[in-house]
């Protein structure tokens, strides 16, 4: 395997007096897609934001092999006075590529609502200028905090298709932070199951499909199985 | 005459449809304000009330326009650059101690306790001490309004740097902005709904304090116009001057309103329920 894109240790991370997360150790590869499944609350999140350096306090490592990361929150977190281009382009100001943001509206399917402001949005069109703010500066990893629990389920497929495409298309890894058991699935091609609190990683599960993947196909239904069983014995369900 | 009014409707037409809606409702506003005129007049001219304490609104038409010739225009200059100086100050200083309290703890530590203090003064308490210590002229007058303006612009500053959604925050502070440019990109924005509240209700009590300090002691202005009214037993020029006071309250409310719905055309807001829709 070539050298990890992203290698985080975090031995501990504590909130006070609880502890939410103890040894864990994520490595990244290029293009690959890693999934965290487990509850809300088990602190998948939270391993999420200290990747992204929104948390800075605890005790591990961060070894970055260099490169952008970029965010999509759970919520599309827009600014409500900007239109979609320059939400897009937020992080240059005003002073934003503007043949690049036409570009991101159209491969995430908004073209012609560039000028729109986010009140004229449905939640799922919010969600897709989300992500293409995230792919703005051209990243080479994208964090994603269960960025389609938000959405219902159709337009919840369209999204996962559409972020597979755009990752396919720009050469980008995706850590996937999720408590959808077919979404982990269906998007990575690693899925680490997450203990209770404190959390470490209990299981990875390897998903060798290649994509574009059948939703239907028996291989999912089998590693959901199991999923669920590993999820049942950590007492989470 | 007779042509031209034919050929009106066929001109206005198609303005009509589109301003449907928003002539009734112009029209329900000025409905109770008529009504209020036309009993008082009826009122007065058969003479239930006194007309010396009470003028028929048609006399108090004729003084204003006396006065429209005369000394008005004086008065209302007076009055306006006093209320302008004033919540010019008065604001810009609230601002700045809004965005210092608001953004930084430790400002919020040393300053806070003191501007609850003062607040809990009645501001109207601070005349007789502006008076000793500035003497009667204008810079009494501004100092007066400037702190009323302070206040409700203040609080309501520190309150929507407050209110701003931490998550739109987080969005800044991940792209690694400095605190400048989150001031300048979300901050300042995120805030601004806020800050037009208080503008708004600072200017109106800037108005309130300008007719105290014109009560108290002056010379010219719409507060004078309404002591030298009640001296000289004249009820007409003191309602005259209500008028424009109200008047000049709302034009310049109106613009404020105006600059606020232009700033704030983004936000996703409840329009209230008519029967329109």
Redesign the interface.
Known sequence: MSEALLDIRVERKNFGATTVLTNVHLALQPREAVSLLGPSGCGKSTLLRIVAGLEKDYQGELLQGGGEVAFVFQEPRLMPWLTVEQNIGFSDDDGYDKAWVAQLIDEVGLTGFGQALPKALSGGMAQRVAIARGLYSRPQVLLLDEPFSAVDAFTRMKLQDLLLQLAEHHGIALLLVTHDVDEALYLSDRVLVMDNRPSSIRQELAVELVHPRDRRDPLLARLKALALTELQRAHVI | MSSKSETLPVALAPTLTVQRSAWPRRLKGLALPVLILVILEVVVRIGWLPSYQMPAPSEIAVTLTDLAEGALWKHISASLLRVLLGFTIGAGLALVFAAWVGLSREAEAYLEPTFAGLRSIPSLAWVPLLLLWLGIDETSKIVLIAIGAFFPVYLNGVAAIRDIDR??V??G???GFSRT?LVR??LL??A?PGLFTGLRSGLSLAWMFLVAAELIAATKGLGYLLSDGRETSRPDIVLAAIIVLALLGKISDGLLAALEKRC?????TFNGQGPEN
């Open positions: 998550k739109l987080e969005v502070q991940m792209y440019r990109r979300i924005p995120a601004l704030l055309a983004w936000r996703d």
